[in-house]
């Protein structure tokens, strides 16, 4: 008996309205998160997917747990940050939509379901961010924002990421709970390695200036667990600040000589309240006794400045990528 397309589109249960998808996990020395991401990613109800596991030069058991769950193994050398890792994998996935899962995520078993039926609903949106359940985050970090709220977030002056309580009021949607097709982050250059934080707030930034519609899907739920295991931070001087001033000047370069001075002047307000926070954290561990935190504070206030010094290194460098 001959096999018409539409029977062979159901064959092992793949319709051809489940195209294929790719899940991919950045990860680094945390192989017992990881496995709980791993576990729930197995038991997922969509029948036509692949789940990458990016390892930045993890030093712990992460690759044996890679191996038990049946993932894929993308290496990355652990000079490289978050960026470069999230750009290895979306080059590494074989699916037409991707979907990013971090490794202290525990998505729901409909999670993938739900974004893409909401991709072959809406064939204009390009990006879905999902729901997330943050679970153990404190309410506030040395700046003061909410990160019970992360995931979802909007841009402040000078590039400032602001945390929202409403998902309905986000600009922008973290990569712990994201899926885009493929094709189109591809087109506008895909994940800017230098990025390691906001990688996925330059991406967004990109694909709506390229016209690509990008939503919120409220159905695609993963929980988001607090471990304080950082994966972000291990570069020095390429810490959080820099990256923000690195994102306005590639997106928002202030144009007019007020607008610069604008910007400089709100720099030095921050660069201020930085270094008060150094001060408050220092004479905090003098109080408390905690003298072996006294060797890492100052460098929050090392890289606050070097970041401020690096203005014009940046606005070379924006200029050239944009």
């Known amino acids: 008996m001959s096999t018409t397309p539409e029977t062979s589109s159901l064959q092992n249960g793949i319709k051809k309205d489940n195209p294929r998808a790719s899940v991919i996990v950045v990860t680094r020395n945390r192989a017992d998160s990881l496995e709980r991401a791993l576990r729930a990613l197995q038991k997922l109800d969509?029948?036509?997917?692949?789940?990458?596991?990016?390892?930045?030069?993890?030093?712990?058991?992460?690759?044996?747990?890679?191996?038990?769950?049946?993932?894929?193994?993308?290496?990355?050398?652990?000079?490289?940050?978050?960026?470069?890792?999230?750009?290895?994998?979306?080059?590494?996935?074989?699916?037409?939509?991707?979907?990013?899962?971090?490794?202290?995520?525990?998505?729901?078993?409909?999670?993938?379901?739900?974004?893409?039926?909401?991709?072959?609903?809406?064939?204009?949106?390009?990006?879905?961010?999902?729901?997330?359940?943050?679970?153990?985050?404190?309410?506030?970090?040395?700046y003061g924002d909410a990160k019970r709220y992360k995931g979802r977030s909007k841009l402040s002056r000078n590039g400032r990421l602001v945390f929202v309580e409403d998902p309905k009021d986000a600009e922008f949607f973290g990569n712990m709970n994201l899926a885009f097709r493929k094709k189109s982050v591809v087109s506008v250059g895909g994940y800017d390695p230098f990025f390691n934080v906001m990688a996925e707030i330059d991406l967004q930034v990109r694909l709506r200036k390229n016209g690509f519609k990008i939503s919120f899907e409220p159905r695609a739920i993963s929980e988001h667990h607090y471990t304080g295991v950082h994966l972000k931070g291990r570069h020095f001087f390429h810490g959080p600040q820099l990256v923000r001033l690195y994102l306005c000047l590639k997106h928002f370069r202030p144009e007019k000589t007020g607008d610069w001075f604008r910007f400089l002047g709100y720099e030095i307000r921050l660069l201020s309240r930085d270094l008060l926070t150094v001060l408050r954290k220092s004479g905090g561990a003098v109080l408390k006794g905690?003298?072996?935190?006294?060797?890492?504070?100052?460098?929050?206030?090392?890289?606050?400045?070097?970041?401020?010094?690096?203005?014009?290194?940046?606005?070379w460098r924006a200029r050239s990528a944009r």
Request: proline content about 6%; hydrophobic content about 35%.
């Open 290 to 315: 905690q003298f072996s935190n006294l060797l890492s504070v100052p460098a929050e206030g090392l890289r606050a400045v070097s970041a401020r010094l690096a203005i014009p290194w940046l606005l």
């Open 46 to 142: 969509y029948p036509n997917y692949e789940i990458l596991v990016v390892d930045n030069d993890s030093k712990d058991n992460t690759t044996s747990v890679i191996e038990q769950y049946g993932a894929k193994r993308v290496f990355s050398p652990s000079r490289f940050g978050i960026g470069y890792c999230r750009r290895r994998g979306v080059e590494s996935a074989q699916g037409e939509i991707i979907a990013f899962c971090d490794d202290d995520c525990v998505p729901a078993s409909d999670w993938l379901s739900c974004f893409v039926e909401r991709f072959n609903q809406e064939p204009d949106v390009h990006l879905l961010g999902g729901q997330v359940i943050n679970i153990g985050f404190p309410d506030k970090d040395g």
